[in-house]
């Protein structure tokens, strides 16, 4: 954990809820915890597999991976 004052830390976990919410969240109506949990899940394996992302060359991230390993 990081002390008061060093937000840097922070950055990359705050855009990555912004951008769960501006694709997943907003617009919906949640019944659960359940729904909104399984929600998150599924969403988190979509960004870490298959959403493909400008900064990576347009590449999922599991295909940069991929290709930084071949290399």
Wanted: glycine share 8%; proline share 3%; hydrophobic share 30%.
């Amino acid at each position: 954990m990081s002390r008061g004052a060093h937000c840097i830390d922070n950055g990359p976990m705050e855009g990555f809820w912004g951008i769960l919410k501006r694709e997943r969240y907003y617009g919906k109506r949640f019944t659960s915890k359940r729904a909104l949990t399984q929600m998150i899940q599924s969403y988190i394996c979509y960004y870490n597999t298959r959403r493909v992302q400008r900064n990576l060359g347009v590449l999922t991230p599991l295909e940069k991976h991929n290709s930084y390993l071949a290399a």
